[in-house]
C-alpha cells in the first residue's frame, strides 16, 4: 500500500495479488495521479477546480424526511470534488477535472435477464417513471471516508417492477457505461471494465436501495454518476455504481469489479460494519469530508456504525447470516 492509500485516498488493490502487468499499470496511474492526490488534501483549493452549485439544471423532488438523516450536509463543492470515479482516474479531484468529455444525452438503460418484459428504458422515461424523492443519506466510503448527501430519485424496486423479475432472478448487476474515448480512466487496466457492481433481490428491492438521478436539487454532475446511479446507504460507497447503461436480474451471485481485483477485501455484501476489517486497515472510525474547521481541512474522526446506522431498516436482510464471513 503507497502512502496515499493509506491515508485514504484512493481504494488499494493488494499487489500481491494482482497481476504484474496489472500492476505495473496502476504504479504508473498512480505516479501520475500524484499531483492530483495532493490537490486532494487542501479542501480550500478543491473549490477553485469546479463549478459551483448553480450551473446545472434543477430536478424537483420533495424531501421524505422518514428516511432522511437530521445531520449537517457536506457542501456540495465536497460532494462534487472529492470523488472516486476511477473510469475518470483515481485521484480524488481526477472525476471533476476529467469528466467533461462523458455524453449523457442520449442515454438508455438496458433492463435484461430473468424478467418477464426485458426492455431499453430512455433516459427521459427514466426521469418519469416514478415521483422523485430527496433522501439525505449518510455515504460512507471503505477508505475511511464519509459524508451527508441529499440525493434524488426514487426506490429501485419502482424501475425492477416494471420489468416483472421472474422466481429465478435471486441477483441484480448493475453495469457502467464502457466507452474509453469518454472515459480515459478506461484505458488502465487497475479495475475490470465494465464497473460491475450487484445486490441480492431483497436488497435491491429494499425501499432505501435509490436509483439517484441527482443531488442538492440539481441533475448529477457528471463525476457523481450522471445520468444516473444507484446509492445503497447500508453498504460502502463503491457499491454504488455510476453511470448506469445496464441491469441485469440473475440467478448467480455477481462477481463484481472489486471482487476480482481484491477478493480478500472486497465482498459481495460490503454492509458498514466497524468490527469487520477484512482490509489492511481498521473500519472502526471514518472522517466526516467538510465538517472540520478551517474549511474542512480537519475533519471529524466519528466512529462508524453497523449497516451505516440504518440497521433498524435493513438488519433483517441478514438474520442467520455470519457478517464475518459474508463481509
Ligand atoms: N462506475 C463507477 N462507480 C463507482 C466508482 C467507480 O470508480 N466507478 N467508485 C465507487 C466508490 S469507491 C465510491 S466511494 C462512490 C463515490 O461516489 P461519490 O464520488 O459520488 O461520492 O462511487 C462508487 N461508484
Ligand atoms: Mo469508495
Not at 435509490?210 to 463503491?238: C, H, T
Request: glycine fraction near 8%; hydrophobic fraction near 35%; charge should be positive.
Amino acid at each position: 500500500m503507497n502512502k496515499w492509500q493509506q491515508q485514504g485516498f484512493e481504494h488499494p488493490v493488494p499487489s500481491d495479488i494482482t497481476p504484474q502487468t496489472v500492476y505495473r499499470a496502476r504504479r504508473a496511474l498512480l505516479g501520475a495521479a500524484g499531483a492530483g492526490a495532493l490537490a486532494a488534501m487542501l479542501p480550500q483549493a478543491r473549490a477553485l477546480e469546479v463549478a459551483p452549485q448553480g450551473r446545472l439544471p434543477r430536478l424537483a423532488a420533495e424531501r421524505n424526511a422518514e428516511y432522511s438523516t437530521s445531520e449537517k450536509r457536506t457542501p456540495y463543492d465536497d460532494v462534487t470534488t472529492y470523488n472516486n470515479f476511477y473510469e475518470f482516474g483515481t485521484s480524488k479531484s481526477a472525476p471533476a477535472r476529467n469528466s467533461g468529455s462523458l455524453r449523457t444525452r442520449p442515454w438508455s438503460v438496458v433492463v435484461e435477464g430473468e424478467v418477464q418484459r426485458p426492455r431499453t428504458f430512455s433516459i427521459e422515461e427514466l426521469l418519469r417513471l416514478a415521483p422523485m424523492q430527496e433522501r439525505i443519506y449518510r455515504h460512507r466510503c471503505v477508505e475511511g471516508w464519509s459524508m451527508v448527501i441529499p440525493w434524488i430519485g426514487y426506490p429501485l424496486s419502482a424501475l425492477l417492477e416494471r420489468v416483472q423479475p421472474t422466481s429465478a432472478a435471486r441477483f441484480v448487476e448493475f453495469i457502467t457505461l464502457h466507452d474509453p474515448a469518454q472515459m480515459p480512466g478506461q484505458n488502465s487496466s487497475i479495475l475490470q471494465w465494465p464497473y460491475l457492481e450487484g445486490l441480492r433481490i431483497d436488497e435491491a428491492m429494499h425501499p432505501l436501495t435509490l436509483l439517484s438521478f441527482g443531488l442538492y436539487g440539481e441533475v448529477l454532475p457528471n463525476q457523481d454518476g450522471a445520468p444516473l446511479r444507484m446509492v445503497i446507504p447500508w453498504k460502502y460507497g463503491f457499491k454504488g455504481g455510476k453511470s448506469i447503461v445496464r441491469i441485469r436480474l440473475v440467478r448467480k451471485q455477481p462477481l463484481t469489479s472489486w471482487m476480482r481485483a481484491a477478493p480478500n477485501w472486497y465482498g459481495f455484501y460490503s454492509n458498514v460494519n466497524p468490527e469487520v476489517s477484512p482490509q489492511d486497515w481498521s473500519q472502526a472510525y471514518e472522517r466526516r469530508i467538510g465538517q472540520g474547521s478551517f474549511g474542512g481541512l480537519f475533519t471529524p474522526r466519528i466512529p462508524t456504525r453497523l449497516f451505516n446506522g440504518y440497521g433498524e431498516q435493513v438488519a433483517y436482510l441478514y438474520k442467520g447470516m455470519n457478517l464475518v464471513k459474508d463481509f
